[in-house]
Structure formats: C-alpha cells, structure tokens
C-alpha cells in the first residue's frame, strides 16, 4: 500500500540508521545515505517501500559486519554463518559478503596468515592443529598451505613450553618428560618433534641447575 513519508528520524543508539515513518507510523530504517535521498512528505509506492526496505536490511547487515571484523579479521565462512545466525536470507548474504570482500574488508589469505602468525606468537600450536582450526573456518586448503609456508614446528614447539619450564623445574626427568610431552599433543604437535623439544627443555634446565 503506497503512504507517504511523515518523519525521519535518527536512531539514539546508530547515528548511522534513519527511521523512516509512513503515514506517522514506523515503517522501516535505511542507512544514512539512503536518508539523504528521502524528505518529509514524499510519496512512496509498494515498490518503492520494498527496494528501500531491502535495501535498509542489507545497510544494517553490512554494518553488523563491520563492527563483527573490528573484533579480529575474519574468514568468509565466518562472516557467513555470522550474518545465517541473525536470519538475513540467502540472497542478502551473498550481496554483503561481495561488498565487503570488493571493499578488501575480507580476504581469505590475509586471514589464514593472520591466524597463523597470532597463534605462533601467543598460542604456538603444531601445524596439524593449524590446519584443523583454519579448515573449521572454511579457508581453502591452497591458502592453508600457504599460510604455514614458513611454520618451523620445531621453533613453534619450543615457544609453547618455554614459558612453562620454571613451574616444571622441581620434577624428576620421568615426570617432567610426562608433563612437556603431553602438553604439546594437546597442541597437536607429533612425538618425535615434542621428545625433540623435551629433551632440548631438559637439558637446559640442567644446566642452568
């Protein structure tokens, strides 16, 4: 049913979104820009209504991702199932996720080196369990194998126990091999390269004795 535009106002809590009031009652909400084109007693037919409905739903959409990727970059697969969770149909999430992957918010590559580069340096873990991580959020195997290029498993499993030798200090070799290695499965590191490590934390403890 085509109504005309009684009010437009400005959302408190998303300067960003403009609510738009057909015939004195709410509507719908577009986004600022969108706002700009409208004025107070414009005429407005079903189609029109629907395009700016539409075309509202994908502006908050696309800024829900925004704010969604200044928490830590994100994959598509990620940014996906995110916009799933809130209901946007199909259609809708294809055309936010294009934008943002045109505008350079969203890059799979970028993405899985980020991850690899944040989990070695605050949470070493073995390429295995990088792997699994990266493929649980969708990342291509070629860009997978890409971002760990430059793992050294070896230097990842020595990051991960370092700061852990003084607490282990007290215990005997048997007990202190138990701990080490069974802390580096846990991260997905293979036996060989966490008895590697176990012996290189060893013997350094034992000469720092």
Known sequence: MAGTITALRVQKKNKERVNVYIDEKYAFAVGLNTALELRKGQQLSDAQMAELRAAGEENKAYHQVLRYLGMRPRSTT??????ARKEYDAALIDHVVERVTREGYLDDQA???FWVDNRTRFRPRSARALRHELREKGVAPDMIDQALTELDEGDAAWDAVAGRLDRWRDLD??????????FLSRR?????????????AWDQLQRDA
Do not use: N
Request: aromatic residues 16%; glycine residues 6%; hydrophobic residues 40%.
């Open 78 to 83: 990620e940014i996906r199932r995110y916009l």
């Open 173 to 182: 070799e048997r007990e202190f091999a138990q701990k080490l290695i069974g």
């Open 188 to 200: 997905g590191f293979s036996y060989a390269v966490a008895r590697a490590t176990c012996d290189r």
């Open 111 to 113: 993405f899985a080196d």
